[in-house]
């Protein structure tokens, strides 16, 4: 069924239960029913026109034209789910208002539901239809004045984002992945309710389990925690919540039912300089030297994984790197007789954000590739931020993979391919990993396989980051945060030192007494859920335009102490502050810049990734803060007069925009690198999902 066509039938439908409910006499359900239905009408009809604008263009923006894909088209489908979810409920709705069996207050708090999601997207495709005004043709970056990129993103925050993340969840995406989300999205808010008042691990993932059935009956409510949790909690709590897989009783579960491999072992590599010869001039070396970037000299660790015991795997030489990981790093199984070594060799890097997860927890499907390809894998553990932030990642991977071209041997591989493997943030590491090995002019690897990387890091506006606004796994104000941990413009976590003076079993004395009481309390609220879906939703206002957030019983447990508001605030930083702080205490931090030596055709030895003294003045002043009048007039004049989108509950926060050259530079964000650094990778293959864009 093609747009207009959808949108015509969803307009007669609501039409004719407006009249039929507006018959059915003053009642409260018969007023929020009619009320529902007039905003489903004036949504759909204002919606219309702006996504047939969207979708003429979009094809202008595709790869080619065997890839119909880019960001405006993914929020048109987007669009299109919501527009036919309501045509189906609405004709659901049709069909059954007059049985004795129709569920009035369930069907009202769906429809609702979407109406609001409706709403939301109607905004969003205003704003992209702004981004095409005012960018440059054919560009689906905006690039311009950063104060209208500051305004453009101030705007775009505060939005309201909770309808996304209650009933809503994963609409877009096909049915058999929205359990999935679901489940994520309930151990989340069961994660963030818990989170700084039991500081193990273990006891906040049993509170978890515990006391969140009640986001598992209230949709709303989790909507309304979701979209709390991802605007007030910084970096850390994120890097708690993805370490959960880092948890020994989970990581043995997923290991008992993983691929059964003879080598699993986890090698560390001592931070000593070797030397690699150069590509064009084998006589000529270079020095690869170990990371150094923020804490000094280290070694780094790696997981070597092989599903065949090959040669030089049980070498003396490679046994001097292996460090004890407890019983797992025994290899089960072991045959005397060896395989001989692969042609081939993996060397992974690892998702998380840049601030979560080893290759520990992505060793279960490793395993299964080991299996598959018949090549060993060698998986790098980075240094996460916000403790070691840029350019420390990039120096151990690079360090990594070098070590690994010079001692394939070991590894049991001849090295005749060499291939980097990562996904979301070590895609980004293994395109910075290519880049540097060009520009020390060493061993370039034989292809690159990405899933999902980032390769642009830098705060701009895209119709892609439109989309962020709903994304059930990494919403922008994440992205953010993790990003700017990754800039070093994060401070690392003070816990309370009365909480470090506990000691192990003063934790678990304490996590055991919070259980009982979370469960107490669990089983309450609980409880006054139902007597909520019950009883006081049937009282809520009809479709308010600005409704604030519903509050938990444990609101609390996310409360955060805060200081005093100003332009310095940590916890405050959304995309456009993903650079450095321009103030005093980051003027220590390493800076990158794509330096003159690295694209000079001189020694590879005087490749440098610090910023000289003379390009520290490139970090420009924040700009003062404007009225919010006038801040808004250039964005806010996409909506057309009378419409307004939902706001957050917490309302605007302006901030000011950071010019930090790091974010700029190609060893952080690859998509900006020149040509001339781009032709110098290998073949790439990118893994990404079909309605994803730019």
Not at 168 to 188: E, K, M, V, Y
Not at 364 to 392: H, M, T
Request: net charge negative.
């Amino acid at each position: 069924m093609d747009l207009r066509t959808m949108t015509q039938s969803l307009v007669t439908l609501a039409e004719d239960n407006m009249a039929f409910f507006s018959s059915q006499g003053p009642g409260e359900m018969a007023r929020r029913l009619t009320g529902v239905f007039v905003g489903i009408r004036e949504q759909a009809l204002g919606l219309e026109p702006a996504l047939g604008r969207l979708l003429s263009v979009a094809h202008l923006f595709d790869l080619d034209t065997e890839t119909p894909a880019n960001g405006y088209r993914s929020l048109v489908h987007t669009a299109r789910c919501c527009l036919a979810h309501l045509l189906h409920k609405s004709r659901y709705v049709a069909s059954n208002r007059r049985s004795i069996f129709f569920r009035t207050s369930h069907n009202l708090a769906e429809l609702e539901a979407y109406l609001a999601a409706l709403t939301q997207l109607r905004a969003l495709a205003y704003y992209a239809q702004h981004l095409l005004t005012t960018n440059q043709p054919g560009r689906l970056f905006f690039e311009g004045d950063e104060r209208v990129i500051a305004d453009f993103l101030q705007e775009y925050v505060t939005l309201h984002k909770g309808c996304f993340y209650g009933r809503c969840l994963g609409f877009q995406f096909t049915p058999a992945i929205r359990p999935f989300l679901q489940t994520i999205s309930i151990g989340l808010v069961s994660f963030g309710e818990h989170y700084k008042r039991n500081e193990t691990g273990i006891g906040v993932t049993a509170s978890s389990l515990f006391t969140g059935g009640r986001f598992a009956i209230d949709p709303e409510l989790r909507g309304a925690e979701f979209e709390r949790i991802i605007q007030n909690l910084d970096v850390h709590f994120w890097k708690a919540f993805w370490n959960i897989t880092e948890i020994q009783v989970l990581s043995s579960l997923a290991n008992m039912a993983s691929t059964t491999v003879r080598v699993s072992r986890l090698l560390s590599l001592p931070p000593v300089a070797f030397e690699m010869p150069l590509t064009s001039d084998p006589e000529l070396t270079v020095t690869i030297s170990p990371p150094l970037a923020h804490t000094g000299p280290g070694p780094v660790l790696v997981r070597l994984i092989s599903y065949d015991l090959r040669e030089g795997q049980n070498s003396k030489e490679l046994s001097s790197f292996v460090t004890s990981e407890g019983p797992r790093s025994l290899e089960l199984r072991l045959r005397p007789q060896q395989a001989p070594r692969s042609r081939a060799l993996v060397v992974h890097i690892h998702g998380g954000g840049f601030v979560a997860q080893t290759s520990k927890s992505h060793e279960p499907y490793l395993k299964s590739w080991a299996q598959e390809l018949g090549v060993p894998i060698l998986s790098i553990d980075y240094s996460l931020a916000p403790e070691a932030p840029f350019p420390r990642a990039l120096e151990e991977c690079f360090y990594a993979y070098c070590w690994a071209v010079k001692h394939c041997a070991l590894l049991g591989s001849t090295g005749e391919r060499i291939c980097l493997a990562g996904d979301s943030a070590g895609g980004n590491l293994c395109f910075t990993v290519s880049l540097r090995a060009a520009a020390y002019g060493v061993r370039v690897p034989d292809g690159i396989m990405a899933a999902y990387p980032a390769t642009m890091l830098q705060s701009t506006a895209s119709p892609s980051r439109l989309l962020s606004l709903m994304d059930p796994l990494l919403p922008l104000s994440v992205l953010s945060k993790c990003v700017s941990a990754y800039a070093g413009a994060e401070t690392e976590d003070h816990s309370d030192s009365d909480q470090k003076a506990l000691g192990v079993m003063g934790l678990v004395q304490r996590d055991t007494a919070l259980l009982l009481r979370d469960l107490r309390l669990g089983a309450s609220s609980w409880l006054n859920s139902f007597l909520e879906l019950g009883g006081q939703k049937s009282h809520l206002k009809s479709v308010p335009k600005t409704e604030p957030m519903r509050r938990s019983v444990s609101e609390a447990a996310l409360t955060q102490p805060e200081g005093p508001l100003g332009t310095n605030s940590l916890k405050s930083l959304k995309l456009h502050d993903l650079g450095l702080r321009n103030s005093s205490d980051t003027t220590d931090t390493p800076e990158l810049s794509l330096s003159a030596e690295i694209l000079s055709s001189s020694a590879p030895s005087t490749v440098n990734f610090l910023l000289g003294s003379e390009d520290e003045s490139e970090v420009s002043e924040a700009p003062e803060e404007l009225n919010s009048k006038d801040r808004l007039r250039g964005v806010g004049s996409a909506f057309p007069e009378g419409f307004h989108p939902r706001r957050c509950s917490q309302g605007a926060m302006w901030m000011p925009l950071y010019s930090a050259p790091i974010v700029k530079n190609p060893f952080m964000s690859p998509l900006l690198a020149p040509d001339s650094m781009l032709q110098t990778l290998p073949p790439v293959h990118i893994v990404g999902s079909p309605t994803s864009g730019s």
